[in-house]
């Protein structure tokens, strides 16, 4: 069977795009359709968490080309990520079938994959996101969260310190990025303690410095296992939190019963009875 989203086998001289993604641990989260891509590619753009992942994906086709060259140090991400865009689309435009393929899902804190997407729609081409099983999947597998329990809020952490944001402590909060947090350059590939001491600051309005905060490392090769630590909000600082780590606070304060649409239900429902 195929589906409006599976690739063509029979290729035309007009370029297309598919951006996939791989699933956080190698070999074992790639879908069929992200596979399907993969394949049915002329060329394949790469941007994964790991060089023996990019190894394995070179088995799947012969021409794979690196994005991880891109970054450097002191070179913002932005410009990187608008390379990574020109390279995509100038393929496009060639006339090639394109395959992004990008580690987690492509479009979860992913900047490209949309950005490219959107300019080859807007140039005619057509132009398809493929979802992959992102770091945030596997937290709720790995730290049994579900995040319609309390709810959840995610955030990128810089920005919960360059904007004013509304906090709800009776859900999850989930921060990405901690490692690169406060970091306006944009150009750093880590930030220190005292960066982290800003991020606890803004967190400690709403949580208690003894509040658990967990820090997350899902598994990117199959021999490794989840790394899950737990400290109090007062140690993140002295706590070093890497570019591959999540972070996690669980709820702080119970859910508070809104009396008032309560009170507005019971009234439908005693009309509804009548
Ligand atoms: C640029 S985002 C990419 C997310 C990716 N697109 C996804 O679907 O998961 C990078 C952030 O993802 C999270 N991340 C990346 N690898 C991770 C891993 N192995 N375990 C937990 N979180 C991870 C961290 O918060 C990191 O700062």
């Given at each position: 069977m195929t589906t409006s989203s599976e690739p063509s086998a029979h290729p035309t001289a007009r370029g297309s795009l598919a951006c996939v993604g791989m699933g956080m641990t190698l070999g074992s989260h790639l879908t069929p359709l992200a596979r399907s891509h993969i394949e049915h590619a002329d060329v394949i753009f790469a941007a994964l968490s790991d060089g023996v992942v990019?190894?394995?994906?070179?088995?799947?086709?012969?021409?794979?080309?690196?994005?991880?060259?891109y970054y450097a140090e002191g070179k913002s991400r932005m410009k990187t990520y608008r390379q990574w865009v020109d390279l995509m689309i100038t393929e496009v435009r060639a006339g090639k079938r394109v395959c992004a393929v990008f580690y987690?899902?492509?479009?979860?804190?992913?900047?490209?994959?949309?950005?490219?997407?959107?300019?080859?729609?807007?140039?005619?081409?057509?132009?398809?996101?493929?979802?992959?099983?992102?770091?945030?999947?596997?937290?709720?597998?790995?730290?049994?969260?579900?995040?319609?329990r309390?709810?959840?809020?995610?955030?990128?952490?810089?920005?919960?310190?360059?904007?004013?944001?509304?906090?709800?402590?009776?859900?999850?909060?989930?921060?990405?990025?901690?490692?690169?947090?406060?970091?306006?350059?944009?150009?750093?590939?880590?930030?220190?303690?005292?960066?982290?001491?800003?991020?606890?600051?803004?967190?400690?309005?709403?949580?208690?410095?003894d509040h658990e905060v967990i820090i997350y490392r899902g598994v990117t090769l199959p021999i490794d296992k989840p790394r899950v630590r737990r400290v109090a909000l007062r140690d993140l600082p002295g706590t070093e939190?890497?570019?591959?780590?999540?972070?996690?606070?669980?709820?702080?304060?119970?859910?508070?019963?809104?009396?008032i649409v309560r009170e507005r239900l019971d009234e439908l429902d005693k009309a509804s009875v009548a």
């Open positions: 990019e190894m394995w994906l070179r088995r799947l086709h012969p021409d794979v080309r690196s994005l991880q060259p987690g899902h492509p479009g979860i804190f992913a900047w490209s994959p949309h950005k490219v997407i959107e300019v080859a729609r807007a140039e005619g081409f057509e132009a398809h996101m493929e979802p992959g099983i992102s770091a945030e999947d596997c937290l709720y597998a790995d730290l049994g969260i579900d995040p319609g309390f709810g959840c809020q995610h955030f990128e952490a810089s920005q919960l310190l360059l904007y004013e944001r509304r906090i709800d402590s009776t859900g999850y909060l989930v921060l990405w990025q901690v490692g690169i947090v406060g970091d306006r350059s944009l150009a750093r590939l880590h930030t220190g303690p005292e960066y982290r001491q800003v991020l606890v600051d803004v967190l400690s309005r709403d949580y208690s410095l939190v890497t570019t591959q780590e999540t972070v996690v606070l669980p709820p702080a304060m119970p859910l508070k019963p809104n009396l």
